[in-house]
């Protein structure tokens, strides 16, 4: 066991050194210069101060170009960048989004409200897929599976900025019902206000981005919750439990889903890095200060070292997600073992 999981960590490390060295060329190949300031391209009227205004916002461009060590060859930058995370764990300070501030600090700024908000909308979808999905199976072809089949192929296939906006119009304040918050993810609290109601008004906030974060995978991971039970109730092991007398409630949660947790498994482990990456749509629609529309600004200001640290974070995120997903294997279905991977 453990040799395999050395040898995991090891190809992990070299893949996600690759991710980074090929991350940072493609943001120094991209048009553009990330540090150039805005002043450059203010007013450049004529006279003393317009002529020792651009000499500054030129030095400072220069200055801020070195920092960065963008004027060295492309391997040059990137290897100063590692040097500074590997010796010194320093992922650098934002130049745009939120300059001088360590990016570090930006990101565990934001990954509370990513993560809360995905948490919840992963606990919704699987405690109302998983069993919907097992319902399905012991009833396949039946009329109310072809309903449900019906209903979910339709949520699937809506938009889920379309939908966000839909109930914005139509349940939030401002719209026909104003039931739900129109934006934000924290109410606005009053002095003397009980914790409960604190609590209340920043449920009420989630409940619109948790649906529409669920709705969709709920959606997807009940059908392949279906197929799975499917293809687990026709193993010869199941026939001889129907033929000892063993319940049909027994086969399907006991023996039938252990077995068919192998799928879950596969799709748990991509959601994982979706948990902390956001959805930048979504955060935009509803003004969520999170991972995703961190995301956003740190891509359409070209602040590298944010950028860089973003790669990192979800490319050893991924990473370690797929390995996991490989342990769980192990432990859901005996008949996988590390030394027969190893």
Partial sequence: MWSYLAKRLF??????????LVS??????????????????????AGTQGLSAEKGAFAQNT???KKLHLDEPIIVGFAYWIRDLALHGDLGTSVSVDKGRPVAAIIVERLPVTLTLNICAVFVTYLLALPLGICAA????????????????????LPSFWVALLLQASVCEGGRWGIFPLKGILAET???????KIWADTAMHYVLPVFCLAYA?????????????????????????????????SILFIHGFRNAMILQITLFAELIPGLVAGSIIL???????????????ALTSRDIPLLMALFVFSGALTLGSILLADILYVLADPRISFHRRA
């Fill in 190 to 196: 009053t002095w003397g206000a009980s914790i409960w």
């Fill in 283 to 297: 955060e935009y629609v509803f003004s969520i200060p999170g991972m995703g529309s961190l995301s956003m600004l």
């Fill in 217 to 249: 995978g709920f959606a997807g991971l009940s059908r392949y919750a279906k197929a799975g039970m499917m293809e687990a109730v026709r193993q010869d092991y199941i026939r001889t439990a129907r033929a000892k007398g063993v319940s049909e409630a």
């Fill in 63 to 65: 200055s801020a170009r």
């Fill in 138 to 157: 012991a009833n396949p072809y039946s009329s109310w599976d072809r309903m449900v089949s019906f209903l979910l192929f339709l949520l699937y296939s």
């Fill in 24 to 45: 940072y060329f493609l943001m120094r190949l991209a048009p553009g210069d990330p540090t150039k300031s805005s002043s450059m391209l203010g007013d450049s009227s």
């Fill in 11 to 20: 190809l992990a490390f070299l893949t996600l050194l690759v991710i980074m």
